[in-house]
């Protein structure tokens, strides 16, 4: 079986710039989990998507939005970029999303200058 | 904002000696789970114990929970210099309907040969 795939893996993007990645999930996962990694805030949740609805957003600006498709793959985007976007984003699925383990991607790593 | 607080931010050990890490976190709980992740790499999940068990078993790892002090630790015994990594605990929500991991800030382990 296939893991979680993230693409791209690295991105280096200016400031003012807009950013989409995307991840798919392991076959039959139906949620889908966003979370960012820095290392002054740590592992921060970003959304949650369940049957392309979302279920749970964290605490970050509008800027940030994604979605999912009904495949399950899940994209995020990041408009208008910022220095302090700069972080690895992890992507999670899980069968229901609660109450299980999570299976991780290996991250796309955004650089913004 | 982060649930739960590691306990030490680093450790240093040599091999074959055993790791004890600790995890704090403020509000009730379904189930805490812990992770590993290699420099900048995606988390990988170690084992998930359920509010109500004190106790759980997987290979090297042993970890225990305590919901009256809301806090678990996670023990390596035997450690191998490819346990060197961070370790993160992470919960989500009693009753499970958050959709979310809260993860601590991390353990820093290096095992030296």
């Known amino acids: 079986k296939a893991g979680v795939t993230q693409t791209p893996r690295y991105l280096i993007k200016t400031r003012g710039q807009q950013v989409t990645l995307s991840c798919s999930p392991i076959?039959?996962?139906?949620?889908v989990s966003w979370y960012q990694q820095t290392p002054g805030q740590g592992l921060q949740f970003l959304f949650e998507y369940f049957s392309e609805t979302q279920r749970n957003k964290g605490n970050f600006p509008g800027r940030f939005s994604g979605r999912q498709f009904s495949n399950s793959r899940s994209e995020m985007n990041v408009s208008t970029l910022e220095l302090g976007d700069s972080a690895l984003y992890l992507c999670a699925s899980s069968l229901v999303g609660t109450g299980e383990k999570a299976f991780f991607g290996q991250g796309t790593r955004l650089t913004v200058v | 904002s982060q649930q739960g607080e590691e306990d030490p931010q680093a450790l240093s050990i040599q091999e074959g000696e055993n790791a004890t890490m600790n995890c704090s976190y403020k509000?009730?709980?379904?189930?805490l789970q812990w992770y590993r992740q290699n420099s900048g790499r995606g988390l990988v999940h170690l084992i998930l114990i359920r509010s109500n068990e004190r106790e759980k078993h997987s290979g090297r790892l042993r970890v225990t929970l305590d919901t009256s002090k809301k806090s678990s630790s996670l023990l390596i015994t035997a450690s191998r210099a490819a346990d060197t990594a961070s370790y993160f605990c992470a919960t989500d929500a009693e009753g499970g309907s958050n959709y979310k991991l809260t993860f601590g800030k991390g353990t820093l382990l290096t095992v030296n040969p």
């Open positions: 076959s039959g996962h139906r949620s």
């Open positions: 509000t009730s709980i379904n189930n």
